[in-house]
C-alpha cells in the first residue's frame, strides 16, 4: 500500500497536535463506553440464561405431563355399569 492512498492526519489545534482537554474528553467518552459495552454483554448473558431456564422448565413439565399420562390405565379398563331393571 503506498504511502498517498491513506489520508492525512487531521490536526485538531493550531498547533498540530491534540489539546490536553480534547484529549481528556476522549479518554472520558472510551470509558463509558467501555462500562457501557460490558453490562450489555452482561444483560445478553442474563437474558440467554433466563431463556434456558424457563425453556427447560417449559419442557420438563410437557416432558412430566407426558409421562404422566401414559401411566393411567383407569380408562383403559373402563366398563360399563350393569343395568339394573326394576319395575
Sequence with gaps: MDKNDQMPEVNLSKDGEIDRRILQQIKFVERQNFVRVNRLNRMRKNARFTGLLLGSIALS??????????????????????TTNKQ
Design 61 to 82: 413439565i410437557y416432558g412430566y405431563s407426558i409421562y404422566a399420562i401414559k401411566q393411567e390405565s383407569f380408562l383403559d379398563d373402563f366398563d360399563e355399569p350393569e
